[in-house]
Structures are given as C-alpha cells and as structure tokens.
C-alpha cells in the first residue's frame, strides 16, 4: 500500500469515527456546546449579509434550547433571510480549509476564532445566556490556542468546521422540513416571496448537501 493510499485510508477512518462519536454523543453535553456555536455562526452570518446590503444589527440572542435570532433591521431581506443556514456552511468550509493547510497554524486560527467570538459577544449579544456563552466560548479556544499544541489546535478546528457544515444540514431538516409551520427562516422568505417554506427547505438541503459533498471530496483528494 502506497503511503498515498494509507493517507486516504487513514482520512475514511478518521471521518467515520469522528461521525460515530457525533452520532453517538449528539444528545450530550460533549456536543452542546458546538452546536451553540453554529448557532452563533448563523446568526453572524444573517447579521453580516444585513450590514453587507445596507442594513444594521441591532442585537443577536441565543437560546439554551439551540434557538437564536438576529435583529436586523434593513438590507436586503432575501439575501439575509437566506444567508443563516448557507452561512454556516460557508463557515464551516473556511474552517475546514484552514485546518487542512499546513501553511497557516491552527493555534492562530482558533485563537483569531474566540477573539471574534468574544468580540462579537460583546458588541451584539444581548441575552444573559448567549453572552455567558460567547464569553466562556471564546475564552476557551483562546486558552486551547495559547496553551495546546497543533495535536490538539488542528482536530479541534476540523471539529469546528465539520460539525458546522453537518449541524446545518441536520437543522435546515428540523426547522423547515420536520416543522415547516414553525417561523423559521425559511417561513419568513416564503412571506415575502410567496414560495412555499416547503420549496426553500428543499433547496437549502440540497446546496447544503452538495456543498458538504463537495468538502468531504475535496478533502479526501487532498489527503
């Protein structure tokens, strides 16, 4: 076996074990935690589309029951709307990215993560559970960044960027598909555009879908 072969071997193997243990401990503690932090990653990323198209934040909220919302006013409410779900997978594709490149240090990257986190916590959040959480969030990648190594940097930062591609597929399905009577982004763009919250649940999963596809084998030719 090629040491090429044994670097895809090792790819699959470690790819199913991390989607195991996921599976796995998805309802526990371990995992909570990351999925508050794509939480905060769609809420970043309606926020950002808003500003991007003219319009302002006025406050983002995270719920502990892995809910969120962005007030802002202005811009373009399509592209807004649509940028929550997509930009998570955005997100996690960039992470991804930098974890795999040895060209950029994943200590660097995690630290550059919880700085924003806190920052943004500190300009924006306005719940006493999402600044607790922005902060104590924050600080840990910093204090992972500062005092582990890239052993425990680079993995932590796949973590990061997998679990958000996965995590929005996952709640494109419960939020539109599952429960497309619930006022989810989804149902708010189908108001204003008059397509059914059914259709736009549709295609967000299947660009989500294709996009984690194209990730994942990307990743795989890579490795």
């Not at 007030?71 to 990215?97: E, K, Q, R």
């Not at 916590?121 to 992972?144: E, K, M, P, Q, S």
Request: hydrophobic share 50%.
């Amino acid at each position: 076996m090629t040491n090429r072969s044994k670097r895809k071997l090792r790819f699959v193997a470690g790819f199913a074990l991390y989607f195991a243990a996921l599976w796995l401990l998805w309802e526990t503690p371990v995992v909570y935690p990351l999925k508050i932090f794509v939480v905060l990653l769609h809420e970043v990323s309606h926020a950002m589309v808003a500003v991007a198209t003219g319009g302002s934040i006025e406050r983002i909220t995270l719920d502990p029951l892995q809910g969120g919302a962005c007030h802002c006013p202005g811009g373009n409410a399509f592209l807004t709307l649509s940028a929550g779900y997509l930009g998570s997978l955005v997100w996690g594709g960039l992470m991804l990215a930098a974890a795999r490149t040895n060209r950029i240090k994943s200590e660097w990257v995690n630290l550059l993560i919880g700085g924003l986190v806190i920052g943004l916590t500190l300009l924006y959040v306005r719940n006493g559970f999402g600044f607790a959480f922005g902060i104590l969030f924050g600080l840990a990648l910093i204090g992972v960044s500062r005092k582990l190594g890239d052993g425990v940097n680079r993995p932590l930062l796949l973590t990061l960027g997998l679990t958000s591609a996965l995590y929005a597929i996952l709640d494109i399905k419960s939020d539109v598909l599952d429960r497309p009577e619930v006022r989810s982004d989804a149902y708010m763009l189908a108001e204003i555009t008059g397509v059914p919250t059914l259709v736009w649940g549709v295609l967000w999963i299947g660009a989500a879908l294709a996009f984690s596809f194209w990730l994942l084998r990307r990743a795989y030719r890579g490795a």
